[in-house]
C-alpha cells in the first residue's frame, strides 16, 4: 500500500477517537511545552548573568592583573607604589596591549586603604565605600540607605578592626573615627569575614556611606592591581602570560611579591557551563513528564488495536503485509504526538513569554529548542507506538475472520 494511503488512514482513525487523541495529545502537550519553558528561561538567564558580568560598551578583552604582596602588611601602607610608570610603559610596550591603567575598584567593590585615626593613634585599614550594609552585627546597627541619601557622617567596623583600634572593646560604639582627615561616628560592630581578595581589593575592614565619600571626594590610592586590554584577535591567556613573565623581570615589586592574572573568559565560560547544565537538568526532571505521556500513547494504541481487530483481519485478507499494518499505526502514534509536540512547543513559549514578564530578564527562544521538541515528539511517537503496532501486524488473519 502507498504511503499516502496508510497517512490517509491514520489521520482518519485519529478523527474517529477525537476525545481519546486528544486527551493522549493533552500530555504531550504539557511534558513538551514544561521542557520548552524550562529551556527559554533558563537560557534567557544564562544570558542575562553573562552580560552583567560583562561592562557594557566596551568592546575590548581586558586583563586584570595582581600584585600579591609576600607581607601583607604591604597594603596597609599608602606610600607604596605597587606599579611604577615603567612598569605600565613596559606592559603597553607588548604588542597585543592596547592600553594599560591601574584598576579601579568597581561599583559593586568599592574598597580603599585609608588613613583612619582613633584617640589611641593613627593606622590604616581597607574602607569600603557602600550605600548600606547586611553584615552580622555584634554591636550596634547596620549602615542604611537613610545614611547614604544623607551623606551622614557614620561608619561600622569589623570586629577584628576594632579591637586592633581600641583598646576597650566595648567603648566602640558611638567613638569618633578620623578616617583621611574626616570625623565619622562608628555606629555598629560586625563580624569580620577572613581575609581574601575580590578583584584587585582585599575584604574591607570598616564601611562608611557611598554618598559621604564622594561628596568630600576623599582621595584614591594607588591600587595593586592593572587592567590591561589587549588587541582584537590577540590571545587573552597567552597575552596575560607575557604580562606576568614581564613584571616577574623587570617589575619594581618582583623582590616583594609575585604577578598573577585574573582571566575572565575562563571564569565567564565555567559559569556559563554550570548555568547550562543547572538548565538541562530542570528540564530533565520536568521531561519525567513525557514519559507518562508516553505510557498513556501507548495505552491509546493497545485500545485502538482492540477495537480495530475486525479491521485489520480485513485489510489483510485484502493483500496487506505486517509491513504495511505495523507502519498504519506508527503512523497514527506519530502524528498524534507531532501534532502535539507543535502545540507543546507554542503553549511552552507562551508561558515562557509570560513568566518572563514579572522577571528582570527575557526568555531566550533558539532554533535548537525546537528541533528538540519535535525530536522529542517523534522519538515518543515511534517508541510507545511500535509495540502496539507490532502486536497489530502479528493478529491471526484466520482467527480474526473465524
Given at each position: 500500500?502507498?504511503f499516502s494511503v496508510?497517512?490517509?488512514?491514520a489521520l482518519?482513525?485519529?478523527k474517529?477517537?477525537k ?5 493522549t ?8 511545552g514544561?521542557v ?5 528561561i533558563?537560557n ?6 553573562m552580560?552583567?558580568?560583562?561592562e557594557e ?5 581586558s ?22 610608570q615603567?612598569?605600565l610603559?613596559d606592559?603597553?610596550a607588548?604588542d597585543e596591549v ?6 579601579q575598584?568597581?561599583d559593586e567593590f568599592?574598597t580603599?586603604n585609608?588613613e583612619v585615626e582613633t ?12 550605600e548600606?550594609?547586611d553584615?552580622?552585627?555584634?554591636e550596634?546597627?547596620?549602615?542604611t540607605?537613610?545614611?547614604n541619601?544623607l551623606?551622614?557622617?557614620v ?5 577584628k578592626?576594632?579591637?586592633?583600634l581600641f583598646k576597650?572593646?566595648s567603648?566602640?560604639i558611638?567613638s569618633?573615627l578620623v578616617?583621611n582627615?574626616?570625623?565619622y561616628t562608628?555606629v555598629?560592630?560586625y563580624?569580620q569575614k577572613a581575609?581574601g581578595?575580590?578583584i ?5 575592614e570598616?564601611?562608611i556611606?557611598k554618598k ?9 590610592p594607588?591600587?595593586?592591581a592593572l ?5 582584537s584577535?590577540a590571545?587573552?591567556?597567552e597575552t ?7 613584571l616577574?623581570?623587570?617589575?619594581s615589586m618582583k623582590?616583594?611579591g ?6 575572565i573568559?575562563?571564569m565567564?565560560?565555567g559559569i556559563?557551563?554550570?548555568?547550562k547544565q543547572?538548565t538541562l ?5 520536568g521531561?519525567?513528564s513525557?514519559?507518562?505521556?508516553g505510557?498513556?500513547m501507548m495505552?491509546?494504541m ?5 477495537e480495530?481487530t475486525?479491521?485489520?483481519g480485513?485489510?489483510r485478507a ?6 504495511n499494518?505495523t507502519l498504519?499505526?506508527?503512523?497514527e502514534?506519530?502524528?498524534v504526538?507531532v501534532?502535539g509536540g507543535?502545540?507543546g ?5 507562551a508561558?515562557a513569554?509570560?513568566i518572563s514578564a ?7 527562544v533558539?532554533?535548537?529548542p525546537?528541533?528538540?521538541a519535535l525530536?522529542i515528539?517523534l522519538g515518543?511517537?515511534?517508541i ?5 503496532a507490532?502486536?497489530a ?8 475472520l473465524?
Amino acid at each position: 500500500m502507498k504511503f499516502s494511503v496508510l497517512f490517509a488512514d491514520a489521520l482518519n482513525a485519529i478523527k474517529r477517537n477525537k476525545k481519546r487523541s486528544i486527551l493522549t495529545m493533552l500530555g504531550i502537550i504539557i511534558g513538551i511545552g514544561a521542557v520548552i519553558t524550562i529551556i527559554s528561561i533558563g537560557n534567557g538567564f544564562q544570558k542575562f548573568v553573562m552580560e552583567n558580568l560583562t561592562e557594557e560598551g566596551d568592546e575590548n578583552l581586558s586583563i586584570a592583573i595582581q600584585f600579591i604582596p609576600k607581607n601583607q602588611n604591604l597594603y596597609e601602607n599608602p606610600n607604596i607604589e605597587f606599579f611604577s610608570q615603567q612598569d605600565l610603559a613596559d606592559i603597553s610596550a607588548i604588542d597585543e596591549v592596547e592600553k594599560v591603567e591601574l584598576a579601579q575598584p568597581s561599583d559593586e567593590f568599592n574598597t580603599y586603604n585609608l588613613e583612619v585615626e582613633t584617640v589611641y593613634g593613627q593606622k590604616t585599614a581597607f574602607v569600603g565605600v557602600v550605600e548600606n550594609t547586611d553584615d552580622t552585627i555584634i554591636e550596634g546597627r547596620n549602615l542604611t540607605d537613610v545614611d547614604n541619601e544623607l551623606e551622614e557622617r557614620v561608619a561600622i567596623i569589623g570586629d577584628k578592626k576594632a579591637k586592633e583600634l581600641f583598646k576597650n572593646y566595648s567603648e566602640t560604639i558611638g567613638s569618633p573615627l578620623v578616617i583621611n582627615g574626616l570625623e565619622y561616628t562608628i555606629v555598629g560592630v560586625y563580624e569580620q569575614k577572613a581575609g581574601g581578595l575580590t578583584i584587585g581589593m582585599p575584604n574591607s575592614e570598616i564601611s562608611i556611606p557611598k554618598k559621604t565619600y564622594e561628596k568630600f571626594k576623599q582621595e584614591n590610592p594607588n591600587s595593586s592591581a592593572l587592567e590591561v586590554f589587549i588587541k582584537s584577535g590577540a590571545n587573552v591567556k597567552e597575552t596575560a602570560e607575557k604580562i606576568t613573565d614581564r613584571l616577574k623581570e623587570t617589575g619594581s615589586m618582583k623582590d616583594v611579591g609575585t604577578y598573577e592574572f585574573f582571566d575572565i573568559s575562563e571564569m565567564m565560560e565555567g559559569i556559563s557551563n554550570v548555568l547550562k547544565q543547572i538548565t538541562l537538568f530542570i528540564a530533565l526532571i520536568g521531561s519525567i513528564s513525557l514519559f507518562i505521556a508516553g505510557i498513556g500513547m501507548m495505552n491509546m494504541m493497545f485500545i485502538s488495536v482492540s477495537e480495530r481487530t475486525k479491521e485489520i483481519g480485513i485489510r489483510r485478507a485484502i493483500g496487506a503485509t505486517k509491513g504495511n499494518i505495523t507502519l498504519q499505526f506508527l503512523l497514527e502514534g506519530v502524528t498524534v504526538t507531532v501534532i502535539g509536540g507543535i502545540f507543546g512547543y507554542l503553549f511552552g513559549l507562551a508561558m515562557a513569554m509570560l513568566i518572563s514578564a514579572f522577571l528582570p530578564f527575557k526568555a531566550s527562544v533558539e532554533l535548537g529548542p525546537i528541533l528538540t521538541a519535535l525530536g522529542i515528539s517523534l522519538g515518543i511517537g515511534i517508541i510507545f507506538s511500535y509495540a502496539p503496532a507490532k502486536s497489530a501486524a502479528n493478529k491471526n488473519v484466520i482467527e480474526i475472520l473465524s
